[in-house]
């Protein structure tokens, strides 16, 4: 069974940092692009951040561009999100997202679910004083 299992969320002051794991089960993740999406009450989900198959791409929404930083490390079978100097506008629930691509430098963080097929249950991150 394929599984994808978010950690790390929590609360954080302004200018804090936190690190989103996002953990598989039942595949290889080496073979898949991963991204991160969020979403809060009432508002569309929204790409965060991708990381290609082979590593070697990666992609940032504007908004947390040059804060976060998405890792993998695929002997662990896990993706990571680094996300510093956290904002109030970055709560949310955190999701990390499969998209089947071997060796492929291609990720995506268009739209609210882009072309990823397998989501975990989510990881609450709140940014507040």
């Known amino acids: 069974q394929l599984q994808l299992v978010e950690s790390g969320g929590g609360l954080v002051q302004p200018g804090g940092s936190l690190r989103l794991s996002c953990a598989a089960s039942?595949?290889?993740?080496?073979?898949?692009?991963i991204g991160w999406f969020r979403q809060t009450p009432g508002k569309e989900r929204e790409g965060v951040s991708c990381?290609?198959?082979?590593?070697?791409?990666?992609k940032y929404v504007d908004s947390v561009r040059g804060r976060f930083t998405i890792s993998r490390d695929n002997a662990r079978n896990t993706v990571y999100l680094q996300m510093n100097s956290l904002k109030p506008e970055d709560t949310a629930v955190y999701y990390c997202?499969?998209?089947?691509?071997?060796?492929?430098?291609?990720?995506?963080?268009?739209?609210?679910?882009?072309?990823?097929?397998?989501w975990g249950q989510g990881t609450p991150v709140t940014v507040s004083s």
């Open positions: 990381i290609s198959s082979s590593g070697i791409s990666t």
């Open positions: 997202a499969a998209d089947f691509e071997p060796g492929s430098n291609f990720c995506s963080v268009i739209g609210d679910s882009g072309p990823y097929d397998y």
């Open positions: 039942g595949f290889h993740l080496d073979y898949y692009a």
